[in-house]
């Protein structure tokens, strides 16, 4: 992308103007506006800059849960447990932060207070970080089974505690309050907050640091990487401790949003996040990719679902929808990249 | 310069392939006559992989013809040109290490009745031919327990049993130890009396002169020469149209050894390894040479820490144990064995590999200096000549040798006192394996140590100041390099003979 002046006298001419991760990002970002002037043409009261917000910050769950991802995917990595650690941490921060001596169960908790309840429910959300971390590193499952498992762990516990319904009662009123923040008198919540901090840290440690090079090379290469000398071991552990912690979060700031722990919260996310992050460009196999990217390829899926559901279409086709944008966008994607490298 | 072939069974015209900003392959007209050797040399991005993706289909000329036979070809795809009756082996293996080796040879050729297989005249056919080529490989024997020379064979013998008549073979010696060669070249010679013409390419030139009938030269993706090898004078004369000058290998005694210890193994064991131990002085360049097997890339990786090995190495009066990254610490780097898998990132460019064995230098306070590696990549091109149009190209586009460098380029941007060069110029053309012998010449003589573990005599021969010997995971012998080294009784000794057995 940014190549400086004092370049080779030899290697100037011919130079690449942009590398492949730039060109994809782009291409993700003209597809999502492309699509949304499309969607404007067809829909009416699309064409909108508080439509165009919301399509960001209504996702910002998914959208979140994505960095985390995306950077474990760079790192030739899955992580299918985000959605279970939304759940669970979610419950926890419920449970601990009920008061003791309830009606019945459901409404009876630790009563913590709730600064505790939320670090304690953080710390059980990367507690499954660390077992995905143990078990991809320490005995060299494939991280696909390792984090199938712990996916169904995050939501049986979440199950096991909420009884299979929620709990909702017995809060004390701090409990609402982060989940519903508006911050400079506008709607501008508190959680949209949270990921566009994320978003800008993310980007900054992908471009711009040791750690996030060190992520590209894991992914490009695990058996060079450790030749080089690159502990690849404890990175993948620091990938999954920060992306169990992000989920945490995200299910702490549902529950709060909310006001209850309900084990079904955050269903299908983790595959959301995958989507999202595969029609970002990020490669499945490792080794590339950008957040930007992802990024853009959740605003993508967002204007897919939401300009279907302002259509005449029943909110019923948004499955069929979705697929049919992650096929294009994945064949354009490999067609691009494949025409400008041959 | 073309000969007039009676007896053409592939024939080029005017080819050429460009890419955006490279013509890899520049109007190459040709002739390969039936039933003969034919080999192709060149350095490496002188067109030869371009010339025979061409040939196999994997991608289409942007001008000019082929024939076959004397009609017209034109192959879409790999599939088209098996048709046509032209099969490949390529550097990577194509059998299933789960099958036998008869299922292998009727791979794709199965027949079946209602999804099940039934019996054919197949199978005798494909052991006929196998048998024919090479009767010691048992048919019924699982893949995966025979060596890689083995395995190639199984392919050649696929290929001729599926009645293909031109065989393309691309380095496929890279892999084999001396002995195994020998069994290469011997169904390759029997593929010629049956009448299968071999296209063979390689960079080991004496290979060219065993085998070969006629060679076709390449440099820079013009053709330079096609002559039959008797009429060609040697490997000086091939050499030179290679590369438009002659180089030679002489090693002359090396002055700047000081006696200086660096690295003292003693007693190294592990699977392979059997108490082995040596030491290496500073600005040394030591060679490890024995077969494929022997132990060499064990004891690399043993020193590099890659590998567990009992034993103890002191370097520089420490004690160096545990990982690759400590070892990187103490001052040592690896150029690992297999440059594409273990040595580079190949969906990275050239600036992004070079930096990664020394992040101290490249990170501020964990920011990354993107500055640093810039010059780093710009630096390392010029000096050691990597050929590229930019430092952002992807190393996987670029060739063998040209990758190599990038490889060394990785070791020496870690500032490492101590290279562990692992076949440093296996695949690579004679151009750069000068310019790689050249560098580790001048690393020496700024007062690094250099070991190089080598499968090639001549290499060792040519660089190395004391070589040690390697039989079955021992170190057998060691030789102080000069002009009255014994090259028979080195090679007795690493093919199991005891030193000094030879008159």
Known sequence: ?342 | MTDQNPNPVLSVQELTKDYPGVRAVDNVSFTIQSGHVHCLVGENGAGKSTLVKMLTGALRPTSGSMSVNGSAYQPDNPQDARDGGIATLFQELHVVDELTVLENLTLGMERSRFGFLIKTDLDDRVVQTLAAIEPSIDPAARVSTLSVAQKQIIEIARAASSGANVIIMDEPTAALSEREVERLFAVIRRLRESNVTVVYISHKLDEIFQLGDAVTVLRDGKHIATKNLCDVEGRPELIEMMIGRSVFQDYTARTKISDQKVLQAEGLTNRVLRDVSFHINKGEIVGFYGLVGAGKTEIARALFGADKAEGTIQFKGRQVTGSPKQAIAAGIALVPEERRTQGLFTSLSIRENIPVMNLRRLSNNGVFRADVEQDAAVDYVNRLNIATESIDKHTEKLSGGNQQKVVLAKCLFADADLLLLDEPTRGVDVGAKTEIYDIIRNLADAGNSVAVFSSELEEVLGICDRIFLLYDGRLEAEVVNGTDVDASNILNVVTGGHVGDVQ
């Open chain 1, 1 to 342: 992308m940014t190549v400086s002046a004092n370049i080779g006298r030899t290697l100037s001419d011919d130079r690449r103007q942009m590398s492949d991760e730039a060109f994809i990002t782009l291409l993700v970002a003209s597809v999502a506006v492309g699509l949304f002037l499309f969607a404007s043409l067809l829909v009416p009261n699309f064409f909108q800059l508080l439509n165009m917000l919301n399509l960001v910050t209504n996702n910002w769950a998914v959208i979140s849960l994505g960095i985390g991802v995306s950077f474990l995917l760079v790192s030739g990595n899955f992580d299918l447990s985000v959605g279970g650690i939304v759940a669970l941490s979610g419950v926890l921060s419920v449970w601990f932060a009920q008061a003791t001596g309830g009606a019945n169960a459901l409404s009876t908790g630790w009563g913590m207070p709730y600064w505790l309840a939320i670090s304690c429910a953080l710390g059980g959300a990367m507690a499954i970080g660390a077992l995905n971390a143990l078990f991809v590193v320490r005995f060299r499952i494939p991280s696909i089974i390792v984090t199938l498992g712990t996916m169904m762990l995050a939501r049986g516990i979440a199950q096991v505690v909420t009884h299979g319904s929620q709990r909702n009662t017995n809060l004390p009123d701090e409990f609402g309050v982060l989940g519903n923040l508006t911050l400079f008198d506008t709607s501008v919540k508190l959680p949209v907050i949270f990921m566009a901090v994320l978003l800008l840290i993310a980007v900054f440690i992908e471009r711009k640091t040791v750690f996030g090079r060190l992520t590209y090379w894991i992914g490009a290469n695990p058996i060079a990487a450790s030749l080089s000398g690159i502990d690849k071991e404890r990175h993948v552990t620091y990938l999954y401790l920060f992306s169990s912690a992000i989920a945490g979060i995200v299910g702490i700031l549902l529950a709060s949003e909310f006001k209850s722990g309900y084990s079904n919260r955050g269903t299908l996310m983790e595959f959301d996040a995958l989507v999202i992050a595969l029609l970002g460009g990020v490669a499945i196999a490792g080794g590339f990719g950008s957040v930007v990217g992802m990024f853009f390829g959740a605003v993508i899926l967002a204007i897919v679902t939401s300009a279907a559901t302002g259509m005449v279409l029943s909110p019923d086709w948004q499955y069929i929808l979705k697929a049919i944008a992650v096929f294009l966008a994945i064949v354009t994607q490999t067609w691009a990249l494949a025409r400008r490298n041959r």
